[in-house]
């Protein structure tokens, strides 16, 4: 199979809505998950997963980050943003083995993540997902003092062998209220144009959900307004699976993507009450 028809299949998976549980469908909306492929490609090159796709071999990928990692919001652990990357990485490549790790702790920050770096690096991952910088939006320190730890960490996985993508806040009111919210995203960005890493544009894409497609907040968003719920957290894995064999696009050899059906995902969570205390 081509290239183009490989991510022709990837990118069709991403675009498909996402179906509820039937038990909770009554009281679903069907919405689709689709979004510009520039706002979800991953603009630096990976070359340790790459190759690893490219060769049909195992891949590790950890997750590390906070509460929208763990999967705070999602009716059960299985519908986290890494368990579903899993499902959707097993639906394109269905021949490779792919285990993703779930290293989410509620309420951490840089500083916390990297105090437990080198026991999750001892998983030896492929590739780090790390989704930082919303809990530094709840302190008072700004956003440039995050700058220098998250260079720290990006140094130490790379030292450790791995690849790395950053995802950055999610676009919530609970985080757009913050005026650091967009110089989070900025520093983000920045950083990994100055450290040649992706960053998975997740502010971005929800914008995009929320602005261009008209979805509520109530939509993408568990009750408290600011975790991300079943919905997001499936649709933010789909665009993420698409986007890392998109990636590998630049090698001769292709891997081998299945565009199968998708399977049913989680129920969204309806709208209530914000939670001011709510921890990312």
């Known amino acids: 199979m081509s290239f183009r028809n490989i991510l022709l299949a990837a990118l069709a998976v991403a675009g498909a809505p996402l179906f509820v549980a039937p038990a909770v469908a009554a009281a679903i909306h069907r919405l689709e998950c689709q979004a510009p492929v520039d706002l979800v ?3 630096r090159p990976l070359a340790r997963i790459s190759a690893r796709l490219l060769r049909h ?10 509460s929208s990692t763990f999967g705070t919001g999602a009716s059960r652990s299985e519908f986290s943003y890494p368990s579903r990357l899993e499902h959707e990485l097993h639906t394109l490549l269905p021949k490779m083995k792919v285990k993703v790790l779930n290293r989410g702790v509620g309420g951490e920050d840089a500083r916390q993540m990297l105090a437990r770096l080198d026991r999750d690096l001892a998983n030896k991952p492929d590739l780090v997902l790390w989704q930082v910088g919303t809990n530094a939006l709840l302190g008072e320190n700004g956003v440039e003092t ?3 730890l998250i260079r720290d960490g990006l140094r130490r996985i790379r030292a450790a062998g791995a690849d790395v993508i950053l995802i950055d806040p999610q676009y919530a009111p609970h985080v757009l209220r913050d005026p650091d919210a967009r110089p989070m ?7 990994g144009a100055e450290a040649n890493v992706p960053v998975f544009r997740r502010f971005a894409l929800m914008q995009h959900w929320h602005e261009a497609r008209e979805y509520a907040f109530s939509d993408m968003l568990a009750p408290d307004l600011f975790h991300m719920n079943d919905w997001s957290y499936g649709c ?6 698409a986007a890392l064999v998109a990636n590998a696009q ?3 050899a292709q891997p ?7 399977a049913p995902a989680p129920a969204q969570s309806t709208a209530a009450a914000q939670a001011k205390t709510a921890s990312h």
């Open 250 to 252: 630049a090698s001769p």
């Open 256 to 262: 081998t993507v299945t565009n199968a059906s998708a």
């Open 146 to 148: 995050q700058a220098p």
């Open 41 to 43: 490609k991953l603009s």
């Open 236 to 241: 933010l894995a789909r665009n993420l699976a």
């Open 185 to 191: 995203v900025a520093l983000l960005a920045k950083i």
């Open 57 to 66: 071999e195992d891949i590790t990928i950890l997750a590390l980050g906070s």
